[in-house]
């Protein structure tokens, strides 16, 4: 009998370990085995993921996705932005989203959209046929909602829709100035671009100008277009390339930058991107969302959420907190693939010293002290006196790069 109990014991621990037995024991029952081995099965059965958002053609619009996200997305778990929100959530702060509009029947964003400006075919822009920019605006602002895993950043702002991009997918010449210009005469404390253009010209040029001028902060997506020649980078997108402009690129979840920027995309942070969850432009259903303009976003939602907190800011130190308490690379930064580094929501909101010094990329040499001649014993206590300073001296040192560091990762003893 106790053998019987022992061999009990070890297929379950095998079961539950989801593993499967070579053999079943003759006394035991195979329906109740069949039963438990399902059930442990069923318990590691992967959950449907949320679909891309589709691209539509012909009239059509984006519906309501099959499937609502179960687990956390790794975007939203990076950026942790539940655990700022008891310093804020960004109320009070106007975010304007220039792309296709954004639908106020969003599950999430219910109260969160103004009626906005379609500078394409006039009217109002709070719906949104395409997505995209209801995908933004989730990122940015998307309440909390039972039952629902995803939020956005900073769910106490008023989105701002502003359409600049037509049924057909495409921008018209001048819309982009068209959309800033609105932006700004409406009030807009932060303008999220995740659009740009190689061929800047004046009057974009001057509209941005005049936001800045006016204390907006413009957030902009650097570009991920593909080289149209093998071995020479594509012409970077403006506004992002703007030295004015927090330009953001994305990164994945392994937090490898998503675009090779060159020095002239200007790029300033680097933020989630690639497999990141957002909501539907209806339904309670999430769509799955990639590339620069979604890191955009997420900067866009820490930028309202500081703006907030330190309303005393002008956008250029707005733009400056953003880039020093980002997760810096080791060496000298801003470099030209990854700019300061990679958001970093909390620090942002809690770093009271702004540190601009960029840490070491290595650890000094130890340089060992010359041994003193052994027939001289004060000397040698004298040598190993000074040696002993030394190491605690370098141990100081070495504390205090930790706790920077570790401070800027919220490390807890």
Request: charged content about 15%.
């Amino acid at each position: 009998m106790r053998v019987k109990v022992r061999v009990t014991l070890a297929a379950l621990l095998l079961i539950g370990g989801g593993g499967a037995l070579p053999a079943q024991p003759a006394w035991a029952s195979a329906g109740a085995f069949g039963a438990v081995h399902e059930a442990g099965m069923a318990r590691y059965a992967p959950e449907p993921q949320p679909p891309d958002l589709p691209q539509v053609s012909n009239g059509a619009c984006v519906g309501e996705s099959p499937v609502a996200a179960k687990t956390t997305p790794w975007a939203v778990g990076r950026m942790a932005p539940a655990d700022v929100w008891p310093l804020s959530r960004g109320n009070g702060v106007v975010v304007a989203v220039v792309d296709t509009g954004v639908s106020a029947a969003a599950t999430g964003l219910t109260g969160a959209v103004q009626r906005g400006t379609d500078v394409v075919g006039g009217g109002r822009a709070d719906q949104d046929c395409l997505g995209r920019g209801t995908a933004l605006a989730g990122i940015v602002a998307a309440r909390p909602v039972t039952g629902s895993v995803f939020v956005g950043v900073a769910p106490g702002v008023s989105v701002l829709p502003i359409r600049i991009v037509d049924r057909k997918g495409e921008i018209a010449p001048g819309a982009i100035a068209d959309g800033i210009r609105s932006a700004t005469a409406a009030g807009a404390d932060v303008v999220l671009l995740g659009v740009g253009t190689p061929t800047p010209d004046a009057d974009l040029r001057s509209a941005v100008r005049a936001a800045l001028a006016r204390d907006i902060v413009l957030v902009a997506s650097v570009s991920d277009a593909k080289p149209s020649v093998v071995g020479q980078n594509p012409p970077p997108w403006y506004p992002a390339s703007d030295p004015n402009v927090l330009a953001v690129g994305g990164i994945d979840m392994k937090g490898v930058p998503t675009e090779k920027s060159v020095e002239a995309s200007g790029v300033d942070l680097l933020a989630p991107a690639a497999g990141a969850v957002t909501v539907a432009p209806r339904g309670a259903g999430h769509y799955t969302v990639g590339g620069p303009g979604v890191a955009a976003a997420y900067a866009a939602g820490a930028a309202a959420l500081v703006r907030a907190y330190y309303p005393q800011l002008p956008e250029a130190e707005v733009r400056r907190r953003l880039e020093l308490t980002a997760e810096h690379p080791l060496g000298k930064w801003p470099t030209p693939e990854v700019g300061y580094g990679t958001l970093d929501l909390y620090s942002a909101m809690t770093v009271l010293d702004l540190d601009e010094t960029p840490q070491p990329m290595e650890q000094a040499a130890f340089v060992p002290m010359r041994a003193p001649a052994p027939t001289d014993p004060a000397k040698g206590i004298a040598a190993w006196a000074a040696t002993g300073t030394v190491g605690v001296a370098v141990a100081a040192y070495l504390l205090m790069v930790t706790v920077r560091w570790g401070r800027r990762r919220r490390w807890r003893p």
